[in-house]
């Protein structure tokens, strides 16, 4: 079993469209981390959570630390937003555990 | 540059030979952690360093795996007698001490260093 589940796998949205990305843990965390892979390969962390919410541009990440479950939401989606989404946890260990990750692709 | 600098960006090697990966985090940065990407494969943890502490090997797939950090800024990975599944994406990242209930330092990853082992 994975200590980090995500869903779904892979997701094809219409360009505008509200996205949900989610992630559920079975560890205990210090923190959660949203990564985005491009196509290039590069990885960039998009949030780093540990209780709430909070909101970058048209991204939004949300984590409920009682459910053990953290959303990725993405307003008004754009081509440009096609990458895959990564969910990654901290345990109290600083280790880390991934999600296999979201593949988006947002059509024009 | 400001970021988190790995060299090489492509190392291709002969099966058996060792390798040595390298990452500069950015300035400042006291917690680097080393990954890999297969191909078609999800990100796996490897190893963390938080500064000048002794690093938490868990992550490590074999004893050819070790890693070194020096003078808590420029890290070292390095693989023995390289075998083919050892070919992957390897990924550093940084970032500030990180606190534990007080978790405000975000990653900063670099390109990684594609290894291809022949």
């Known amino acids: 079993k994975n200590e980090v589940e995500q869903s779904p796998q892979n997701l094809t949205a219409q360009e505008g469209e509200f996205i949900t990305i989610n992630c559920s843990y079975s560890v205990g965390i210090s923190a959660l981390h949203w990564l985005q892979q491009h196509p290039g390969g590069g990885i960039v962390s998009l949030f780093m959570?540990?209780?709430g919410k909070k909101k970058h541009g048209r991204l939004i990440a949300t984590i409920n630390i009682q459910e053990k479950h953290s959303s990725l939401h993405i307003t008004a989606s754009h081509p440009r937003d096609s990458a895959v989404y990564i969910c990654?946890?901290?345990?109290?260990?600083?280790?880390?555990?991934f999600g296999t990750g979201t593949s988006l692709t947002v059509i024009p | 540059g400001a970021g988190v600098s790995q060299s090489p960006s492509n190392k291709v090697t002969e099966k058996g030979k060792d390798v040595e990966l390298r990452c500069d985090p950015i300035?400042?940065?006291?917690?680097l952690y080393w990954y890999r990407q297969s191909l078609g494969q999800g990100l796996e943890f490897l190893i963390y360093?938080?500064?000048?502490?002794?690093?938490?090997k868990s992550g490590l797939p074999s004893d050819r795996f070790s890693a070194e950090r020096t003078g808590g800024s420029v890290s070292t990975l390095t693989i023995q007698r390289t075998q083919q599944e050892d070919s992957a994406v390897y990924l550093c990242?940084?970032?500030?001490?990180?606190?534990?209930?007080?978790?405000?330092?975000?990653?900063?990853f670099g390109n990684g260093t594609r290894l291809t082992v022949t």
């Open positions: 990654a946890v901290i345990n109290t260990g600083n280790q880390f555990y």
């Open positions: 990242a940084s970032s500030l001490e990180p606190r534990l209930g007080n978790y405000n330092s975000p990653l900063h």
């Open positions: 300035s400042g940065h006291t917690a």
């Open positions: 959570l540990s209780s």
């Open positions: 360093f938080q500064g000048n502490s002794a690093p938490d």
